[in-house]
């Protein structure tokens, strides 16, 4: 049997408040049958609103999930309920119903594939099929019509990647003039702009392409134009955005991480895929530090954080879904996932893509994780800004951490330093520390500490 999630374990898990409270209600036998549980997944039958129950399974290697109701929440409040169930400890194990294993076994095959498909791209035979691709010479058995349409589709492709340069090259031209004309009339007319402005520049960047311009470009319309502060505000936005752009029509002079690092926040994307391909791959046992979703009109973002146990090393992964849906990819916050990551080639080195796992996440010896002190996680937060100026913030696990009310908002202090301290429930971490230093895990930056995850003598605590 799979070492057993706690409650935050679980709820960590969920998308969003009401799925956790939802989950929680059904966190009880009555509405349960058939229930059961083994060392490879857990699966029960809830009674619903209609006359047939809802068939739920969850793999416990993903987790991954599989339930027959409407919900378009992922996971749902039944797979959640069902997980809380088991972290009770009151399912017991039981024979694998027919609806169950038919998915499971889809599950198994698919994996079977892929790791055959991962072997074959390993292999020395397989290296030869790639060659046509690159120009090199190949032999007769690569000579398919498949291979021969390999050059025309990267042909296409780097024609493709020229016309969106060229359009991106002529929205940045038009940010840098957009920008030269309001320092030229100065800040005082800037609050009589108001949103609408900036929200035009932002529509005639998502024109040229470049969706990075066009956050920022909607930022600066969102800023706040009052308070003692707001024309140093705005300068530095605008010199951020200055940056980025001049950066973009100089990235052929650009050191190659610096250069990628441009064209990933000016919205060039790199596939997972591409990234795992590429390489190299970093094997470790991987602390689930936590995670943490953000929302907009457009799409739901995951941000969860990994540290190897071995290396020290850690790692963001991200994962996207659509509005009002969770992402895929959930690994409870504390566990241990024996994985291969491979990193994105941008500068600092932080978001990766997952590869291949090696095992359940478990809570075996998971380990609470070594922290550092404010003041050395402001340095580490510095020095990562040397290599990505547009960085809001970094990773950073405090140890001997204190939260604080005062009058100006909560601080989390130690005996380095203080910052301003943001989480959605100080209270939760204010009762956790009960007065006394704790381990808290989250982002730190120029705003402040975002707190994620705390840690005290009963194991970590989602905040």
């Known amino acids: ?41 857990v699966w029960g039958a809830c009674k619903g609103s209609g006359s047939r129950p809802y068939q739920t399974v969850v793999a416990l290697d993903g987790p991954a999930y599989q339930c027959s109701c409407p919900s378009r929440k992922f996971p ?51 290296e030869p099929a790639a060659a046509p691709a690159s120009g090199e010479a190949g032999d007769a058995r690569n000579a398919s019509p498949a291979a021969s349409a390999t050059p025309r589709d990267e042909a296409a492709a780097a024609a493709r990647r020229r016309r969106r340069e060229a359009r991106v090259t002529a929205g940045a031209d038009e940010l840098l003039a957009r920008l030269t004309d309001q320092l030229r009339d100065g800040l005082a007319e800037a609050p009589t702009r108001g949103y609408a402005f900036w929200d035009g520049v932002a529509a005639r960047m998502v024109d040229a392409q470049a969706p990075g311009f066009a956050s920022r470009a909607r930022a600066l319309g969102a800023l706040p134009a009052s308070g003692a502060q707001w024309p140093a505000r ?9 940056l980025l752009a001049t950066g973009y029509q100089r990235r052929d002079a650009l050191p190659a991480p610096l250069a990628a690092t441009v064209r990933s926040r000016v919205g060039f994307t790199v596939d997972n895929a591409d990234v795992l391909r590429a390489g190299p791959l970093v094997r470790d046992h991987w602390l689930v530090l936590g995670s943490r979703d953000s929302s907009d009109d457009r799409l739901t973002t995951r ?17 996207f879904g659509r509005p009002g849906t969770a992402p895929d990819l959930s690994l409870p916050t504390g566990l241990v996932l024996d994985a291969e990551l491979a990193f994105h080639p941008v500068g600092p080195a932080l978001r990766a893509a997952l590869g291949t796992r090696h095992a359940a996440p478990t809570a075996s010896g998971s380990p609470r994780p070594e922290g550092t002190s404010i003041d050395a996680a402001l340095g580490f937060y510095a020095a990562a800004l040397g290599e990505d100026p547009w960085l809001d913030s970094w990773p950073a ?19 380095t330093g203080a910052v301003p301290l943001f989480t959605p429930s100080p209270w939760r971490l204010l009762a956790a520390s009960t007065g006394r230093p704790l381990t808290v895990f989250g982002e730190c930056g120029h705003r402040g500490f975002h707190a994620v995850t705390c840690w005290t003598e009963n194991g970590p605590l989602v905040l």
């Open 1 to 41: 049997m799979n070492d057993r999630w706690s409650t935050d374990h679980v709820l960590s898990l969920a998308p969003d408040a009401p799925s956790q409270k939802a989950a929680a209600k059904l966190a009880k036998p009555e509405p349960w049958s058939g229930t059961g549980a083994s060392a490879e997944a």
């Open 76 to 126: 749902c409040k039944h797979a959640l309920g069902l997980l809380l169930l088991w972290s009770a400890d009151t399912l017991a194990g039981s024979e694998v119903p027919e609806w169950a294993e038919s998915w499971l076994t889809g599950r198994r095959r698919r994996a079977e594939r892929a790791d055959r498909a991962d072997g074959a791209n390993r292999t020395e035979g397989a």
């Open 234 to 242: 705005l300068l530095e936005e605008y010199a951020l955005l200055h």
């Open 303 to 319: 941000r969860l954080w990994l540290r190897g146990t071995r290396s020290g090393r850690d790692a963001l992964l991200l994962s």
């Open 397 to 415: 696990v405090i140890a001997e951490a204190t939260p604080v009310p005062t009058d100006h908002g909560w601080q989390l202090t130690d005996a």
